[in-house]
């Protein structure tokens, strides 16, 4: 079952903050951040893990409630290049046949 | 460089015909992974491999196929029982299952008229 991405879209000044969040409402064992720029493939920011575990990019930051099966990916002092649309990824188990992406969040920071 | 590639970048073909579309990883990565992309949407799992010999379908896979003969090489087949093939395709592999990234190729952009 997809997972729920909020806020659709965001439209920030340079050196502004935002917060994306990811939610589902079955229970997760991880959960993926990446980006895409228009026409790019995908690509990866963060994996956080039931359990704690998380390995992404130095200067982003995510967080992961197991319990209320919910992610927010946090993006502070936002440059231009940060605009892109955002999916989260959740997987169910460690087996391979969960997985499925969000439908995403589009940010665009203004200069 | 290690990475994914896919090939052709744009690909263009008349309703009825089937097209084979190109995706080669030397990531040495067990787990591959076919996406469709239509504009404005999100990614939607078309098969999955985690193993050569071995494929699953993912959400959407009726009116496609693949095959994974070797670790490095994951084609995709839209048949002609697509009904709306036009899309961005996207390849991807890992290491394997949930725990691990996933590393996309470029895209090919399909065309059908």
């Known amino acids: 079952q997809q997972p729920v991405q909020s806020p659709q879209a965001v439209i920030l000044r340079e050196g502004e903050d935002a917060v994306i969040n990811c939610s589902s409402s079955?229970?997760?064992?991880?959960v993926h951040w990446y980006r895409q720029k228009h026409g790019e493939a995908p690509v990866f920011l963060m994996i956080?893990?039931?359990?704690?575990e998380q390995k992404g990019h130095e200067k982003i930051s995510a967080s992961f409630n197991e319990k209320k099966q919910q992610s927010s990916l946090y993006l502070t002092a936002s440059q231009l290049s940060y605009s892109g649309t955002y999916f989260c990824?959740?997987?169910?188990?460690?087996?391979?046949?969960?997985?499925?992406f969000g439908p995403g969040t589009r940010l665009s920071v203004l200069p | 460089d290690g990475g994914i590639t896919q090939s052709p970048k744009y690909l263009f073909r008349k309703e009825g015909q089937n097209v084979t579309l190109s995706c080669e990883q030397n990531l040495n990565h067990d787990a591959m992974y076919w996406y469709r992309q239509d504009p404005g949407q999100g990614l939607r799992l078309i098969y999955y491999?985690?193993?050569?010999?071995?494929?699953q379908k993912g959400d959407i896979a009726e009116g496609y196929s693949v095959s994974r003969e070797k670790k490095e090489s994951f084609p995709l087949t839209v048949t002609s029982a697509q009904k709306n093939p036009t899309a961005f395709y996207l390849c991807a592999s890992s290491l394997g299952t949930e725990r691990y990234e996933q590393y996309f190729g470029p895209g090919t952009r399909l065309t059908v008229t």
């Open positions: 956080l893990l039931k359990g704690g």
């Open positions: 990824g959740t997987g169910r188990d460690n087996y391979g046949q969960n997985f499925v």
């Open positions: 491999s985690q193993i050569v010999n071995d494929f």
């Open positions: 079955k229970a997760l064992y991880s």
